[in-house]
């Protein structure tokens, strides 16, 4: 494995980049850019901050990194309509969503529909999905976002392979049936991808993202102290 020593300063701007040990996505704490190392060179990766729309009691909110990523969802063989179980549970609107992409899949002569995921960015702990799933909440119904300055941000662990293979593992769990998409083989290409800075306020134990108000564990973000100290978002407790 390449032993990589690449100064922390933004190759653009000159600012210190922070990152924490985990980190495989880099941001500048100057100009908000986002990078990966890619032989031995900072590769600038496209990043947007969302501007909170909800309130935090203390206007203080912290960024954390999400993955948005346009795929084409294409299948290898052109399912069957019969295929499809079209009277789907309400229970589950991940499943229902998934129904009416494959829908629409369908009815194209071949076989393959754009989808857009949102994925977190930052490395999660068994604890994220005690409370809202976000990135999947997001996929289905994706967040208003309106674009603000650069913020501090750090965590990001997740590269943009991981996010593909995530992706796929986010799909077959979505749907009802999962023996669906596996009999009818799959791709994800990715064709678009850009790094989302979001904003979230503490309460008590829980992170609230300040775009659509779910909430996720203050410790399902990995290394969440080691983050927080980072970015100056305080010593990770009250
Ligand atoms: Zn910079």
């Given amino acids: 494995m390449e032993i990589e020593l690449l100064p922390?300063?933004?190759?653009?701007?000159?600012s210190p980049i922070k990152s924490t040990k985990n980190d495989n996505v880099h941001f500048c704490s100057g100009c908000g850019k986002a990078y990966v190392v890619k032989r031995g060179e900072w590769k600038p990766i496209k990043t947007i901050y969302a501007k909170p729309i909800l309130p935090s009691p203390d206007y203080n909110y912290i960024y954390l990194p999400f993955w948005g990523i346009r795929t084409i969802l294409s299948f290898e063989e052109k399912p069957k309509p019969e295929a499809v179980i079209v009277e789907t549970e309400v229970d589950n609107p991940f499943s229902a969503f998934l129904q009416k992409k494959i829908s629409v899949i369908l009815k194209e002569p071949d076989a393959k529909t754009t989808m857009d995921f949102f994925i977190p960015g930052f490395g999660t702990t068994n604890r994220y999905l005690l409370m809202?799933?976000?990135g999947l909440e997001y996929t289905r119904e994706p967040p208003e976002i309106h674009i603000t300055g650069p913020k501090e941000m750090c965590g990001g662990k997740y590269s943009l392979e991981d996010i593909i293979v995530i992706a796929k593992a986010l799909l077959l769990g979505m749907q009802e049936d999962s023996r669906f998409l596996i009999k009818y083989r799959f791709n994800l290409t990715p064709v678009k991808f850009f790094v989302i800075g979001?904003?979230?306020?503490?309460e008590n134990e829980f992170f609230i993202d300040a775009l659509k108000g779910k909430r996720m564990f203050y410790d399902a973000v990995e290394n969440i102290d080691e983050i927080m100290k980072k970015i100056g978002g305080g010593d990770g407790k009250d």
């Fill in 132 to 134: 809202d799933n976000i």
């Fill in 198 to 202: 979001v904003p979230f306020y503490r």
């Fill in 8 to 14: 922390l300063v933004c190759p653009d701007c000159g």
